[in-house]
C-alpha cells in the first residue's frame, strides 16, 4: 500500500503558513504522519486560481483536508478513518 502523500500549500511571507507547517510538524512527531513537502501555492496555476486566497491549504493526496487553520484534531481523526 502507498503511503499518503502530504503537501502544505503556502506562500512565502505567509505568516499563517508557517504557524500551519509548524504545528504540522509538531504533530508529525508525536503520531505517525507521513512527511509532508511546502510547495507555493503560486508556483501551478491550478493551486493558485483554486487556493490562492484560501492559503495554507493541506493537500492529502491532492486532496485538501485542511484550510486556512490548522485542526490537528481533524487531520488526526482523518488518519485513523483512512
Known sequence: MNE?????LSREGCGLCEEFAAELAALAEQIS???FEIADVDSDPEWQRRY??????LLWD????LTTFFDAAELQRLFRVR
Open 62 to 65: 491532492d486532496e485538501p483536508v
Open 52 to 57: 490562492g486566497l484560501k492559503i495554507p491549504v
Open 33 to 35: 504522519l507521513p512527511p
Open 4 to 8: 499518503a502523500r502530504l503537501t502544505l
